[in-house]
């Protein structure tokens, strides 16, 4: 069972588009990250997320946790194809464990 | 960014032979996990460990054992390689449990294909 859905699976636009990526659940959790992950590579940690309605800025890059901490964003501004990759978000339940979504798939075109 | 690394980075095994993937870290991490990734399904945990000798199943563990008898290593085990556990295997590992407020440091991953 998927418990964190991202949309959209896919996304391709032109650099300095902006765009938006969400992930959503069902489930409460008690923390939300963020990943990106290049093409034969791990994981890299962008951010985490821990207050309902917290907003983190990294750059070009908007974090917010929903006030229900069910859900979450990431908004890119002015994408560049340096942020090609794909992105990841995984939820903390108060256990050892993070659960993670499905991902969304970036392409930016120059 | 070492401080974690996979080995071997790929192989190809047959069907029905043993394979062992080795998780190696410098950090001193409690936590280390076992995920494997596959086109669909994203990142599903196999196994992960909270200390040495103590490790618990994830939600995609049959077919597969780990062991971690000192802090840094953690080995993940197909006891008979099958063609659906044709993968890529990702190693991470976090400085403490409940992943709160710590993030997951991953290796580079293993592909894995069994013929």
């Known amino acids: 069972t998927q418990l964190l859905e991202q949309s959209p699976q896919f996304l391709s636009i032109q650099e300095g588009e902006n765009l938006t990526v969400y992930c959503n659940s069902s489930s409460v959790f008690s923390s939300l990250q963020w990943y990106r992950q290049e093409p034969g590579e791990g994981p890299v940690l962008l951010v985490t997320?821990?207050?309902?309605?917290e907003v983190k800025k990294l750059k070009r890059l908007t974090f917010q946790f929903g006030d229900a901490r069910k859900d979450s964003s990431l908004h890119i501004t002015a994408a560049q194809t340096g942020d090609t990759g794909l992105y990841l978000c995984?939820?903390?339940?108060?256990?050892?464990?993070?659960?993670f979504g499905t991902g969304t798939r970036l392409q930016v075109f120059p | 960014d070492a401080g974690i690394t996979q080995s071997p980075r790929h192989k190809v095994t047959e069907t029905g032979t043993p394979v062992t993937l080795r998780c190696h870290q410098t950090?001193?991490?409690?936590?280390m996990y076992w995920y494997r990734q596959d086109p669909g399904h994203g990142l599903r945990l196999i196994h992960y460990?909270?200390?040495?000798?103590?490790?618990d199943k994830g939600e995609v563990s049959d077919g597969y054992s780990v062991s971690r008898s000192k802090t840094e290593d953690f080995l993940l085990t197909l006891e008979s390689a099958t063609s659906s556990q044709t993968s890529v295997y990702f190693c991470?590992?976090?400085?403490?449990?409940?992943?709160?407020?710590?993030?997951?440091?991953f290796g580079s991953g293993t592909r894995l294909t069994v013929v």
């Open positions: 991470a590992i976090s400085d403490m449990g409940q992943g709160k407020a710590y993030g997951y440091t």
């Open positions: 997320v821990v207050t309902g309605g």
């Open positions: 950090e001193n991490h409690r936590y």
């Open positions: 460990s909270y200390g040495v000798k103590d490790t």
């Open positions: 995984a939820g903390a339940k108060n256990t050892d464990k993070l659960i």
